[in-house]
């Protein structure tokens, strides 16, 4: 991505970090910016150096403060139609291969939250707030808020966001387990970072495996998903990466997985 491109990505220290990058938009995200951050995971699922995948937004106001509502203006329903059904940003986040952290630095509303959700770990600032306002313009969450959230903080707390629009402090959303951790402002990044390095020393291939088994609980009832843990664990298990880790184990060294 070039410099004036509404999504920066780097990747160092097999640390792959995606900024939204529209801070006089709170981040919002339009059409363009959906369709960048569709190229860049494409991009950065088939580099074989990254480990860990970060989305945050820029600035220190907002993570995404949700969908760009000056396209909705003019738009019919069957356009509207049209968009969504191209391919989701929040579901390319949620089948990434890696770990992915979102880095929630200020607002994340409506698509904002949406692809928070996408992500597997939320990590937020003591200044963030969080919420599905679309209900406040006659419309409903259409990025997985009526889906994923339940699923995260169970019916009543969904229910509560989805039929208020209210929006809820970082500690409240720590509270119904919206985001796991939350942490200064001012150390945000340093701990996510952090976070993210510890988890880029694992196996690449035991990190892929867990989050598709992970993902099968979600989908499946309890004899299936164990049924497939199995399977993936027959994968691991014929994996190089499992080889050192045994080794390095016996050894009492450090592992050097190589993701094979």
Do not use: W
Not at 21 to 36: G, I, Y
Not at 154 to 181: K, M, N, Q, S
Not at 208 to 216: D, G, H, N, T, W
Not at 224 to 243: I, M, P, W, Y
Request: hydrophobic content about 45%; some cysteine; glycine content about 10%.
């Amino acid at each position: 991505m070039t410099e004036s491109s509404n999504v920066l990505v780097t990747v160092r220290d097999r640390i792959a970090l995606l900024v939204i990058n529209r801070p006089e938009k709170r981040n919002a995200l339009d059409a363009a910016t959906r369709r960048q951050i569709l190229t860049a995971l494409d991009l950065l699922k088939n580099n074989a150096e990254v480990r860990v995948l970060v989305i945050t937004g820029a600035g220190d106001k907002a993570f995404v403060a949700g969908a760009d509502i000056a396209e909705f203006e003019g738009r019919t329903p069957v356009q509207q139609y049209e968009t969504m059904s191209g391919p989701s940003i929040f579901d390319a986040v949620e089948s990434f291969p890696r770990p992915v952290i979102a880095m929630i630095n200020g607002f994340a509303l409506g698509g904002g939250c949406e692809l928070a959700l996408a992500c597997d770990i939320r990590i937020a600032a003591d200044t963030a707030r969080l919420g599905q306002p679309e209900v406040n313009l006659g419309i409903i969450p259409g990025g997985g808020g009526t889906q994923r959230l339940p699923r995260l903080v169970g019916t009543g707390a969904a229910y509560r966001l989805l039929f208020t629009g209210d929006l809820i402090g970082a500690e409240e959303a720590l509270r119904i387990g919206l985001v796991d951790e939350v942490v200064p402002a001012a150390r945000l990044e340093e701990h996510v970072m952090k976070l993210a390095a510890s988890i880029a020393e694992k196996s690449p291939v035991a990190l892929q495996l867990i989050k598709e088994a992970v993902r099968a609980s979600l989908r499946s009832p309890l004899d299936e998903g164990l049924r497939q843990e199995r399977g993936l664990f027959g994968v691991a298990f014929a994996s190089e990466d499992k080889a050192e880790g045994v080794a390095a184990f016996l050894a009492k060294r450090k592992p050097d997985f190589k993701g094979r």
